[in-house]
T-cell receptor, first 113, second 111 residues
Framework: EAEVAQSPRYKITEKSQAVAFWCDPI?????LYWYRQILGQGPELLVQ????????DSQLPKDRFSAERLKGVDSTLKIQPAELGDSAMYLC???????????FGPGTRLTVL | SQQGEEDPQALSIQEGENATMNCSYK?????LQWYRQNSGRGLVHLIL?????REKHSGRLRVTLDTSKKSSSLLITASRAADTASYFC???????????FGQGTRLTINP
């Protein structure tokens, strides 16, 4: 069964360092989402891609966060520099065109010390 | 920002009992979806109900939608230990093609 892949699964870093997360969506899914989920809360959308184009990044803290999906397939989310408040689960999801269901990866748990 | 609220925040019941979770939202929607999240894992889609539907069933799941009250409920019948998870409602706003999630209900099924 096709799945969304994410790596790493866990990342511990010190504040002011740079971190990067990778996501490989289900093959053929044109829409890709990055969410941040703080412990005990629901996921919040950071950025949405349609193929290689950003559709919505209104909630992305652009002074320190960046995201790209250069070839419209896999995607990278970067934080530079990391802050203590960035500790959270970062989830990637993908969706096929014409469908509503989103498929989520296992997430990357980030801890900033 | 979160779209709405889920109620209760936590629910603990005995195996075999029914579990009901409620979700309220703020803006007009195309559809409302429910997802399950096991501890420390990604979310799994459970069921979708469109804005012109009032009730939908899938196995042991029953979802209702009241657009006049901007609320939905998820009923899990004959609960099992494996149903222990967090449950999130998510709204798909008109023209938005993105989901806005609630805070979630943490469900514990006691054997």
């Amino acid at each position: 069964e096709a799945e969304v892949a994410q790596s790493p699964r866990y990342k511990i870093t010190e504040k002011s360092q740079a971190v990067a997360f990778w996501c490989d969506p289900i093959s053929g899914h044109a829409t890709l989402y990055w969410y941040r989920q703080i412990l005990g809360q629901g996921p919040e959308l950071l950025v949405q891609f349609q193929d290689e184009s950003v559709v919505d990044d209104s909630q992305l803290p652009k002074d320190r966060f960046s995201a790209e999906r250069l070839k419209g397939v896999d995607s990278t989310l970067k934080i530079q520099p990391a802050e203590l408040g960035d500790s959270a689960m970062y989830l990637c999801a993908s969706k096929a065109s014409g469908y509503n269901e989103q498929f989520f990866g296992p997430g990357t748990r980030l801890t900033v010390l | 920002s979160q779209q709405g609220e889920e109620d209760p925040q936590a629910l603990s019941i005995q195996e075999g009992e029914n579990a009901t979770m409620n979700c309220s939202y703020k803006t007009s929607i195309n559809n409302l979806q429910w997802y399950r999240q096991n501890s420390g894992r990604g979310l799994v889609h459970l069921i979708l109900i469109r804005s012109n539907e009032r009730e939908k069933h899938s196995g042991r799941l029953r979802v209702t939608l009241d657009t006049s009250k901007k609320s939905s409920s998820l009923l899990i019948t004959a609960s099992r230990a494996a149903d222990t998870a967090s449950y999130f409602c998510a709204t798909d706003g008109q023209g938005a093609q993105k989901l806005v999630f609630g805070q979630g209900t943490r469900l514990t099924i006691n054997p």
